[in-house]
């Protein structure tokens, strides 16, 4: 049977575990070759193992997500390779500290600013050029029902989260005339390390993994897939639109 991204090319950021993993090997398996991005040299080599059981293909980039500078390179190493790219996932966060808003201490803010904003800004300011170069482009970023339930004490999260979904949203908006398709995702809780964190009284077997979470991210990288500037959930029952 033809796989849905055969000769696809995609870039995957957080991607050597949680999430991050399970969406590369579910791109992996509709025929995409990874580019995998993560600090963490010894999860990428076991990704790329697993990529590579499952017939796949991967390039390893280990790289912290906030070396601006390696993700400009990243930008010109692929056009070198591939001259364009089809997918950008945009999965790496990080949760910050759980505390009241004038408690947070100012580095712990703009760490969280750092991942989960101004690298996505830096991905797109590199990657856009490469994104146009394909005949459908596209872009989706992991975001979070808390960009707008703004609990107490996520405050640093929060407003990472909303920051990101206003600059996939105006991203989408510039690209109305473009074969690029930009979206977020929201995973909802799933079983990860970073729920963990957050949750850690919750028993994580209730909640979905992350291999049935990513499968659902699928249908955003489609070529056939023409929504944009949406937030697409998480269900049980299926993917579905957010409307606020």
């Not at 010109?76 to 945009?90: N, P, S």
């Amino acid at each position: 049977m033809a796989k849905q991204l055969e000769n696809r090319v995609a870039v995957v950021t957080g991607a050597s575990r949680g999430l991050g993993r399970a969406i590369s090997l579910a791109l992996a398996k509709e025929g995409a070759h990874i580019i995998a991005l993560a600090r963490t040299q010894g999860g990428l080599e076991e990704l790329d193992d697993e990529i590579k059981a499952l017939g796949g293909s991967a390039t390893l980039v280990p790289s912290d997500i906030t070396d601006y500078a390696a993700i400009d390179r990243l930008g010109a190493a692929i056009f070198e390779r591939w001259k364009k790219l089809d997918i950008l996932i945009g999965n790496a966060g990080i949760l910050g500290k759980l505390t009241p808003l004038p408690h947070l201490d100012p580095k712990v803010f703009d760490d969280v600013m750092a991942v989960n904003v101004t690298a996505n800004f830096r991905l797109l300011r590199s990657l856009d050029p490469l994104l146009r170069a394909s005949d459908v482009g596209r872009a989706v970023f992991v975001t979070s029902g808390l960009a707008y339930k703004c609990w107490a004490y996520w405050g640093a999260y929060s407003i990472s989260k909303a920051a990101l979904e206003a600059m996939v949203k105006t991203y989408a908006a510039e690209n109305g005339q473009t074969a690029i398709r930009a979206n977020c995702f929201s995973p909802g809780a799933t079983r990860t390390r970073m729920r963990a964190q957050a949750m850690p009284g919750e028993d994580p077997e209730t909640l979905p993994s992350a291999e049935e979470v990513a499968a659902q991210i699928i249908p955003l990288c489609l070529p056939d897939f023409t929504d944009a500037g949406a937030v697409y959930k998480y269900a049980p029952t299926g993917l579905f639109k957010q409307v606020l």
